[in-house]
């Protein structure tokens, strides 16, 4: 692998001038820039980011921490790292049990920042633990970024799942269906807010598939648990609009143990757009997040952030819209 010296040799020039002029840092002819920048991508020239980072005496890692290898998050990893590596840095996750209470992020903490990266993101947490987190890090003036995770204060890129839900409720309507009604926690305002945003509009009353008491723990069996209270309801709802995939997933198999036609009986939507989605019987509609996107927008506004540029106006947080996939479930 070519380094520069060998870039330097062949285009007659100092180690210095060429790394100027790769850096972009300091003035080079516009003509001998444009020669080095040739010669180098003809040598395949490519820099390395631990001995840049010993020779500026600035690191050149940026540091993930992450509570899970669920695909979701995943997608946001590859995102961001191949924004970052573009930009000239390399990236580090580090994982760990989650949700991460106090005293495990404290550890993840405490085995990253001896590492000095040059900036940190984290994945959703809850609020306290994000507010001590951010000032952590504002204290060692490291700078930082979370998924997802919108408190005043706190940068953040976000996804717009009420906005997402409440298109999908309008859909369902223009559908024709009558009786929309909503699985999952009541406690989720970010989507529950888009679900009775859109019934507001539509000026019908809210309605719910009761999540059973007792009920397996995970997702999938709450979901297919479920199906059965729908089948109780009378009416019975024609369209539902999950929390998310696992739980709509689970909803169509409980939906087929008891012998319900979708969509002819009953139209389902779930939320993620997994990949499982597109596998399932009949395919399931779904909200899609935009996580690979998600993960690039916050390796872009990290770097923003360690280059030095200013804050925006309306701060660094930014929202990505959601998008609705329609299959055969609705």
């Not at 996107?293 to 947080?317: S, Y």
Request: glycine share 8%; hydrophobic share 45%; with cysteine.
């Amino acid at each position: 692998m070519a380094g520069l010296k060998d870039v330097a040799e062949k285009a007659g020039c100092s180690i210095r001038t060429v790394a100027r002029a790769l850096n972009d840092n300091g003035y080079v002819h516009a003509a001998t820039r444009e020669r080095i920048v040739r010669i180098a991508k003809e040598l395949d020239y490519r820099p390395n980011r631990f001995a840049r980072s010993l020779r500026m005496r600035k690191s050149c890692e940026l540091a993930v921490a992450a509570w899970s290898t669920d695909e979701l998050h995943v997608a946001k990893v590859a995102g961001f790292e191949q924004v970052a590596r573009r930009a000239g840095f390399f990236v580090s996750v580090y994982f760990s049990k989650g949700p991460a209470g106090a005293a495990e992020l404290q550890g993840v903490l405490g085995e990253l920042l001896p590492h000095r990266p040059a900036g940190v993101v984290f994945f959703p947490t809850n609020a306290a633990v994000a507010r001590h987190c951010a000032r952590h890090l504002g204290h060692e003036h490291t700078p930082y970024l979370f998924f997802d995770t919108a408190l005043p204060g706190v940068d953040s890129v976000l996804l717009d799942r009420g906005q997402g839900v409440y298109e999908s409720v309008l859909y369902l309507a223009a559908k024709g269906r009558q009786r929309i009604a909503y699985l999952g926690s009541r406690k989720d305002a970010n989507r529950l807010d888009g679900f009775h945003r859109a019934l507001a509009q539509l000026a019908r009353a809210p309605l719910y598939v009761e999540v059973l008491h007792g009920a397996p723990e995970s997702t999938w069996a709450i979901g297919k648990a479920a199906a059965k209270a729908w089948a109780r309801q009378k009416p019975r709802p024609d369209a539902v609009q999950a929390y998310s995939d696992e739980m709509a997933l689970g909803f169509l198999a409980g939906l087929h143990e008891i012998g319900a036609r979708v969509p002819e009986d009953v139209a389902v939507v779930g939320f993620d757009d997994r990949r499982a989605a597109a596998l399932a019987w009949p395919r399931l509609t779904t909200v899609a997040q935009p996580n690979r996107e998600l993960g690039m927008a916050a390796a872009d506004i990290l770097v923003r952030k360690i280059k030095g540029e200013p804050e925006p106006p309306d701060g660094w947080n930014r929202t990505l819209p959601t998008k609705l996939v329609v299959r055969d479930s609705a």
